[in-house]
C-alpha cells in the first residue's frame, strides 16, 4: 500500500467540522460582494451615472481595509474580528434598502464592502491555524458565494419578480450565520497558535541591554517585526501585481464594456443581458475557485499536477478577453449574445483559478506560520486595488464606449443594460411592464 505524502497525512487530520466551518465562512463572506455587483445596475435605475462608480464604491474601502488591517488586526481576537464584520454588513445592508437616493445606496454599498473585506481577511488568514485543506474550503466557499449571490439576485428579480430592494432585504439573516459559524468552529487550533505567539493579551516587557526596540515590538505583534513584515511583503508583491493585473481585466471587463453589449436578437431584455452576463461569469469563477479544492476531497494526488504556480499566465489571459469586450463593443462584430456568455464564463474561470492558485502558492512560498498569516491578509490587496483602479478606467470608458454606439452606431436600445427610470429600483419593471423591451441613455 503506498505511503500517503505528508500534504495528505496533514489533510486527513483535519476535522470535517473544521473544513465545513471553513467553507460556510467562504461563502458568506463573499455572498454580499458578489450580490451587490449583480445589482449594480438596478442599483443606478434611471441614471447616466457610469456602472463603474458601484466598483469605486466597493473598492474604496476594500483597499482601505486591505492595506490597513493586516498591520494591526493581529492585536484583536478573531471572536471581535468576526463580531464587527457582522456590524458592518448590518449597518450597510440598513442604508441600502432603507435609502431611496442613489448616492446613499452606493454609500451603503461602501460599508458592505467593509464588511466584506474584514471577514476575507479574518477567516483567510485564519487558515494559517489550521490544516492546509481549510485554505481550499475557504476559497471553494467563497466560489459558492460567487453562484449564490448572482443567482439568488437574478432568480428574484428576473424570473420570480421581485423589485431589486425587497430582494436584498431577503438577505437581512445573512450576518448572523457567520457569527453561529464561528462559535460551531473547533478552537483549539486557534488558542495553540495564539499561545505559541505569546497570547492575546500584551504585557511591555522590562527593556534591558540584551533587549532591542524591535523585539519589543515583535512582543506586541505576536512575534512578527516591521522589518519581517515588510520582507513578506516584498516576497510576495509579483503575486500581487498579478492579482492586480487579473482583477483589473476581470472588472474592467464585466463592469463597463460587456455593460454596452445588448443584442437585438436575443430573447431577453437588455437590462436582463447585464444579469445573464454575471450569472455566466460567476459559473465560471465557482468552477476556478473550487476545483482544488473538490479535487482534494475526491483525488488529492492529482491536486499537485493541477496547480499553477506561475500565476501570471492567468493575468495574461485575462487582458485577452478585456480586448476581445472593447472590440467586440467597438466594432459589433459578435453576431449573437451566447457568444459573450461563453466567454464570460471562460473569464470567471481563468479569475477564479488566479485566487486559489495565488492563495496556495503563497501558502508554500512563507512557511512560518506567522509570516503565512500576515501574508495571506496581504495577498487581498492586489485584487483591491485592480478593482479601484478599474473603477476609475471604466468612468471614462463606459461612456465612450456608449455615445459611439449611440451616436456612431445608432443602435439605441443596443447600448445600455440598465432601466431608464429609477422606478426600476423599488418595483420589478420587468414584471410590471413586460411589454418594455428597452432602454435609453
Known amino acids: 500500500m503506498?505511503?500517503?505524502?505528508?500534504?495528505?497525512?496533514?489533510?486527513?487530520?483535519?476535522?470535517?467540522?473544521?473544513?465545513?466551518c471553513f467553507f460556510v465562512f467562504g461563502i458568506f463572506s463573499l455572498s454580499y460582494d458578489e450580490t451587490s455587483l449583480a445589482a449594480a445596475e438596478d442599483v443606478l435605475s434611471g441614471s447616466n451615472i457610469p456602472t463603474t462608480i458601484v466598483i469605486i464604491a466597493i473598492a474604496v474601502p476594500v483597499l482601505g481595509v486591505k492595506i490597513t488591517a493586516p498591520w494591526f488586526l493581529q492585536r484583536c481576537s478573531y471572536l471581535v474580528k468576526a463580531c464587527l464584520v457582522v456590524l458592518l454588513l448590518l449597518a450597510g445592508l440598513i442604508v441600502v434598502v432603507m435609502a431611496y437616493n442613489v448616492h446613499?445606496?452606493?454609500?451603503?454599498?461602501?460599508?458592505?464592502?467593509?464588511?466584506?473585506?474584514?471577514?476575507?481577511i479574518t477567516f483567510l488568514a485564519m487558515t494559517a491555524c489550521y490544516h492546509e485543506i481549510t485554505v481550499s474550503a475557504f476559497v471553494a466557499g467563497i466560489g459558492v458565494a460567487s453562484l449564490l449571490g448572482p443567482f439568488y439576485y437574478t432568480g428574484l428579480t428576473t424570473w420570480l419578480c421581485l423589485a431589486p430592494r425587497t430582494t436584498l432585504l431577503t438577505t437581512f439573516p445573512w450576518p448572523f450565520l457567520v457569527l453561529v459559524t464561528y462559535f460551531i468552529l473547533e478552537k483549539k487550533d486557534i488558542d495553540s497558535n495564539t499561545k505559541r505567539n505569546g497570547g492575546v493579551k500584551?504585557?511591555?516587557?522590562?527593556?534591558?541591554?540584551?533587549?532591542?526596540?524591535?523585539?519589543q515590538e515583535a512582543t506586541f505583534e505576536h512575534g512578527l517585526t516591521w522589518e519581517e513584515k515588510f520582507s513578506v511583503a516584498k516576497q510576495i508583491l509579483p503575486y500581487i501585481t498579478f492579482l492586480f493585473l487579473t482583477y483589473f481585466a476581470e472588472y474592467l471587463s464585466n463592469h463597463s464594456i460587456i455593460t454596452t453589449l445588448a443584442f437585438s436578437n436575443s430573447s431577453f431584455s437588455p437590462r436582463d443581458h447585464y444579469q445573464y452576463y454575471i450569472v455566466c461569469y460567476q459559473v465560471g469563477k465557482f468552477l476556478g475557485r473550487s476545483h482544488i479544492f473538490l479535487l482534494s476531497c475526491t483525488c488529492s494526488?492529482?491536486?499537485?499536477?493541477v496547480r499553477v504556480k506561475k500565476t501570471w499566465i492567468f493575468a495574461l489571459v485575462e487582458i485577452?478577453?478585456?480586448?476581445?469586450?472593447?472590440?467586440?463593443?467597438?466594432?459589433?462584430?459578435?453576431?449573437?449574445?451566447?457568444?459573450?456568455?461563453?466567454?464570460?464564463?471562460?473569464?470567471?474561470?481563468?479569475?477564479?483559478?488566479?485566487?486559489?492558485?495565488?492563495?496556495?502558492?503563497?501558502?508554500e512560498l512563507v512557511s512560518?506560520?506567522?509570516q503565512r498569516e500576515f501574508a495571506l491578509g496581504l495577498l487581498t490587496i492586489g485584487n483591491g486595488i485592480?478593482?479601484?483602479?478599474?473603477?476609475?478606467?471604466?468612468?471614462?470608458?463606459?461612456?465612450?464606449?456608449?455615445?459611439?454606439?449611440?451616436?456612431?452606431?445608432?443602435?439605441?436600445?443596443?447600448?445600455?443594460?440598465?432601466?431608464p427610470t429609477e422606478a426600476g429600483w423599488d418595483t420589478n419593471m420587468r414584471c410590471s411592464h413586460p411589454q418594455t423591451n428597452s432602454t435609453r441613455l
Open 301 to 305: 494526488k492529482v491536486v499537485p499536477y
Open 386 to 419: 485592480g478593482k479601484l483602479t478599474a473603477g476609475v478606467v471604466g468612468l471614462h470608458l463606459e461612456p465612450q464606449l456608449k455615445s459611439h454606439c449611440v451616436y456612431d452606431l445608432e443602435l439605441q436600445d443596443q447600448c445600455i443594460t440598465r432601466y
Open 104 to 120: 446613499l445606496r452606493l454609500f451603503g454599498i461602501s460599508v458592505i464592502e467593509s464588511g466584506v473585506s474584514f471577514s476575507e
Open 202 to 215: 500584551y504585557e511591555k516587557l522590562t527593556s534591558s541591554e540584551n533587549t532591542s526596540a524591535n523585539e
Open 2 to 20: 503506498a505511503e500517503k505524502l505528508p500534504d495528505e497525512v496533514a489533510n486527513s487530520r483535519e476535522s470535517f467540522r473544521n473544513i465545513a
Open 320 to 363: 485577452a478577453h478585456l480586448l476581445f469586450f472593447v472590440f467586440a463593443s467597438w466594432f459589433r462584430f459578435v453576431p449573437h449574445v451566447f457568444i459573450v456568455l461563453i466567454l464570460c464564463a471562460t473569464e470567471g474561470f481563468v479569475a477564479g483559478s488566479m485566487y486559489v492558485n495565488s492563495a496556495h502558492t503563497v501558502s
Open 368 to 370: 512560518d506560520p506567522r
